[in-house]
């Protein structure tokens, strides 16, 4: 960690030089990614954390680290001997970025921070609490030059994402932003989320890793509709298709100035968390602007699906199971004959298997295949040289996902590979139960992911048992792995509605031993509705067997055990047809029923 020291004290005099106490890093992009391109992972390039989710302060004297729960085990390794703390996020008596930034800095100090990083509710809500104690804010990029060798910006070749796929022309999709605009008494917005600019428009591109997204930003009005990215990478068939759907390109750099010389009076519509303080900031010193708070109405609508969607997803996980199990019978057979095999053969197999399928589009997000203790890191990532080799014994826990041109799957099994201990055998068991609670639940409409999130975590209280992270988040369309506004938290306030998807994936991570995880991508459905009202419940996406090596039948329920029987009998007979010799025995053996 010896770059990470040395960097920080390079920025330790750029700030001294701008007159700035404390500086604040994000892992963001202008777009508020959750997975930035490498030309915007300044976080990681100075602290030397590689997780996806992390803010870096750095005052005159101290620096720290703040991440959530999956992260804790691997920031502690990464961050040893930097010199950086690690925070824990949302444990009790750690204070929060904001809070120590007010601990450290006096009255009339400086903390800065790059506005296109944060969102402008986060600048918003750090600039009313630092300056209780007279603190300043000030946006300032002091790591630009700093960054030695910095990755350029991607720029990779646009394609349209057919509405054969999506469901909905351009047009369609813009004409119910209108709508939306229209009954909140407003005439444009600004949208700046890749995933919504991509959806919106049916453009995809390869600029950021596993994600099928190109850097850009739209604006629409009531009679028009622009797209900002670079136009050299632009085809000219989508140009046409874009114009066609009453779409006109500018340049990439051209949005602020763009915002800034609008001469028309008209009313904007702002969710200021998904815009970034730059392009809020624009926006609002316009004075033929008025900014009114409102939702980002492109998440809204493309996080409910359509029937084509639907259908999409479903065919993406037909592919995508059978693809699985290719790559398992594959790594069974080796593992049998005695090769050496390691977790990133594992991730090599199911990339290969994955990329052989009809349309596949590469990874929805880097394969966590990992072995014994490495699985209690919730987003490990193996590494070659130093990944762990495969034995025949303990928990191989693997967390991967696709990408296909009518859908994006993502999928957790965790195998035994041999003899298991009674710990993990009960964790395991648990944790299905967990699993099987909210696959079978039925809630009523107006449900949030907040009221929902506990069904699937008590059968874990029960014993005392927690994870810290989400229980489940939406999944896009072609798009990112990791989608909202719903998940399943208990912060989340968003009412689930039918033709979300909802991932369903507790587990248990005991540091230095094991980690369990299973999950199914869900789509919420309906279950009818009475005197008491309308009902929902969740409709299985995901296609390949739970293992049930580790499990305790006892322990389950006569229904919990008829529940996971039901579901290894459902993917044998739906794969089976699509796979033969080696991979339909392996099929067969891996779906039998358990019994007491």
Not at 465 to 488: A, D, I, N
Request: charged letters at 25%; a neutral charge; proline letters at 4%.
């Amino acid at each position: 960690m010896q770059k990470a020291a040395e960097r920080i004290a390079r920025l330790r005099v750029k700030m001294k030089d701008a007159g700035v106490q404390a500086y604040i890093i994000p892992s963001a992009d202008p777009h508020l990614s959750e997975y930035s391109p490498a030309h915007w992972q300044t976080r990681q390039y100075f602290s030397g954390f590689t997780g996806s989710a992390g803010t870096l302060v750095v005052t005159e004297k101290k620096s720290g680290l703040w991440t959530d729960g999956r992260y804790f085990i691997q920031a502690e390794h990464e961050l040893a001997g930097s010199g950086i703390e690690l925070y824990r996020m949302a444990v009790k008596g750690v204070p929060t970025y904001p809070e120590f930034v007010r601990q450290e800095l006096f009255s009339g100090d400086t903390a800065s921070f790059d506005g296109n990083l944060f969102s402008a509710a986060d600048v918003r809500k750090m600039e009313r609490f630092l300056s209780e104690k007279g603190i300043r804010m000030k946006q300032a990029d002091l790591v630009d030059r700093l960054w030695e060798n910095r990755p350029a910006v991607p720029r990779t070749e646009i394609f349209l994402h057919d509405a054969a796929y999506a469901g909905k022309t351009c047009r369609q999709k813009l004409s119910e932003v209108r709508a939306g605009l229209k009954a909140r008494g407003a005439e444009c917005q600004v949208i700046g989320r890749l995933d919504c600019v991509a959806w919106l428009m049916n453009i995809r591109a390869g600029d950021v890793e596993d994600s099928p997204f190109a850097l850009a930003y739209a604006a629409v009005f009531p009679d028009s509709a622009y797209l900002f990215t670079d136009l050299a990478r632009v085809p000219a068939a989508v140009t046409d298709n874009l114009r066609q759907n009453g779409v006109s390109l500018r340049g990439y750099g051209e949005i602020i100035p763009f915002l800034r010389a609008v001469s028309v009076k008209t009313t904007a519509l702002v969710d200021t968390g998904a815009v970034s303080y730059a392009l809020f900031s624009a926006l609002e010193t316009n004075p033929n602007i008025t900014v009114k708070a409102g939702p980002d109405l492109v998440t809204g609508l493309k996080a409910i699906k359509n029937p084509t969607e639907i259908a999409g997803f479903r065919a993406a996980h037909l592919r995508d199971g059978v693809a699985l199990v290719k790559g398992y019978t594959k790594l069974e057979k080796r593992l049998n004959a005695g090769e050496k095999l390691t977790e990133c053969d594992v991730c090599d197999v199911l990339r290969e298997e994955r990329a052989k399928q009809k349309g596949n589009r590469g990874l929805s997000f880097g394969t966590i295949a990992a072995y014994r203790e490495n699985a209690a890191m919730m987003h490990y990532a193996p590494k070659p040289g130093t990944c762990k080799t495969l034995e025949r014994g303990g928990l191989l826990l693997v967390d991967s996902g696709g990408q296909y041109p009518d859908g994006t799957t993502d999928i957790t099994r965790t195998y035994a590979l041999g003899p298991v201990t009674q710990e993990e055998k009960n964790c395991y068991t648990w944790v299905l139960k967990s699993h099987i609670a909210l696959a079978t639940a039925v809630f009523l409409e107006g449900s949030t992911g907040g009221n929902i999130d506990i069904l699937c975590r008590e059968p874990l209280w029960k014993h005392g048992l927690e994870y810290r992270c989400g229980t489940g988040h939406g999944v896009g369309m072609f798009g990112s792995v990791h989608e909202g506004p719903q998940s399943l938290r208990w912060v989340n306030n968003v009412v689930f509605h039918a033709g979300m998807t909802i991932t369903d994936e507790p587990g248990v991570y005991e540091s230095g031993k094991f980690g369990i995880r299973t999950e199914n991508l869900m789509i919420v459905t309906d279950a009818g509705s009475n005197e008491y009202g309308h009902f929902l419940k969740f409709d299985i996406l995901t296609l390949f067997p739970i293992d049930t090596v580790p499990v305790l039948p006892d322990l389950l329920t006569e229904e919990e055990l008829a529940w996971l029987n039901g579901y290894n009998k459902h993917v044998l007979e739906t794969l089976s047809p699509l796979v033969s010799g080696d991979e339909l025995d392996w099929l067969a053996r891996h779906t039998q029923p358990l019994a007491r």
